[in-house]
Nanobody
């Protein structure tokens, strides 16, 4: 069955960096767009970034553009999000999701907290 397992979340100070990853299994990873979606405390879901099948095309929400970098390794079935210059507004549960726009599978999420 399809599984998406995130890792790498934690507590980081403002201005710091963190990398979250997602291990995918149960499907042909290289055939699918993959995205990151986040949910801040008390708020709705926010799309963060998407990467095309081969990784040669990416897109970002305006709120993270220039600070976050999405990448994938189709040989290892992994998706990553490098987050730089983090600020408290980036505090959220980060989900690895399969798809572009509509998402059929979600991971359990990894918590990222930005605080001094």
């Amino acid at each position: 069955q399809v599984q998406l397992v995130e890792s790498g979340g934690g507590l980081v100070q403002p201005g710091g960096s963190l990398r979250v990853s997602c291990a995918a299994s149960g499907f042909t990873f290289s055939n699918f767009y993959m995205s990151w979606v986040r949910q801040a405390p008390g708020k709705g879901l926010e799309w963060v970034s998407v990467i095309k099948f081969s990784g040669d095309s990416t897109n970002y929400a305006d709120s993270v553009k220039g600070r976050f970098v999405i990448s994938r390794d189709n040989t290892k079935n992994t998706l990553s999000l490098q987050m730089n210059n983090l600020n408290p507004e980036d505090t959220a549960l980060y989900y690895c999701v399969r798809g572009l726009g509509t998402y059929d599978y979600w991971g359990q999420g990894t918590q990222v907290t930005v605080s001094s």
